[in-house]
């Protein structure tokens, strides 16, 4: 059964800073890997998503990397600004599934002033 | 992208009340949407499976009499929280798969009070 985590569950630092976050799954067998933000009391907003072929997508100060051998995804901001403060999501579609997603549970991201 | 519509954003409703959500997929057909909810610092958890003209196909745990799931057309799928309780307050968030693109596209989704 894949299984989707994400450390840490929390993360402050001063603005300015370059950060990653981490995701983790159990099966290697996905179609795609997505990252998502959701801001407190709102929806979720797709970031990025990289499918099994490829090892990483960007866009502006986001980029995203897979190695699906190992299980891993990253996703690095740079230069943080107080508006990245949110909540990060990352969710694995299995290689089965019908477009189901199995997510982990978020890092809360708070960036300082 | 496409785009998927939740409606309401928010409702706050007593107890033993009844509550309707409604996921519409605004520029694309939909034959599936699927129904998640969140708990507080927890994963989404996927509920249900809804089927356009067919029965919702729930998850294990899921109540069926509970959650009741309506996908009456290829761009409405409805899910009604019946005698709603204070623990069914949560987050649900609808998504809709597009045919011919890799992603699901989801709704801003609703966050449920029972009071």
């Known amino acids: 059964k894949q299984e989707v985590t994400q450390i840490p569950a929390a993360l402050s630092v001063p603005e300015g800073e370059n950060l990653v976050l981490n995701c983790s799954f159990t099966d290697s067998a996905i179609y795609n890997l997505q990252w998502f933000r959701q801001d407190p009391g709102k929806g979720l907003t797709s970031l990025l998503l990289?499918?099994?072929s490829q090892r990483e997508q960007t866009s502006g100060r986001l980029n995203a990397s897979l190695d699906k051998s190992s299980g891993r995804s990253t996703l690095y901001i740079a230069a943080s600004q107080p508006g990245d403060s949110a909540t990060y999501l990352c969710?694995?579609?299995?290689?089965?599934?019908?477009?189901?997603?199995?997510w982990g549970a978020g890092t809360k991201l708070i960036i300082k002033p | 992208g496409a785009v998927v519509s939740q409606h309401p954003s928010r409702v706050i409703c007593k107890s033993g009340t009844s509550v309707k959500i409604e996921c519409r997929s605004l520029?694309?057909?939909?034959?599936?949407m699927f129904w998640y909810r969140q708990f507080p610092k927890k994963s989404l958890m996927l509920m249900a499976t809804s089927n356009e003209g067919s029965k919702a196909t729930y998850e294990q745990g899921v109540e069926k009499d509970k959650f009741l799931i309506n996908h009456a057309s290829l761009t409405l799928s409805t899910l009604t929280v019946t005698s709603a309780h204070p623990e069914d307050s949560s987050f649900y968030i609808c998504?809709?798969?597009?045919?011919?693109?890799?992603?699901?596209?989801f709704g801003q989704g609703t966050r449920l009070t029972v009071v």
């Open positions: 990289i499918q099994s």
């Open positions: 998504s809709a798969p597009w045919a011919g693109n890799t992603e699901a596209f």
């Open positions: 520029d694309f057909q939909a034959t599936t």
């Open positions: 969710a694995v579609r299995p290689r089965d599934s019908n477009y189901q997603l199995i």
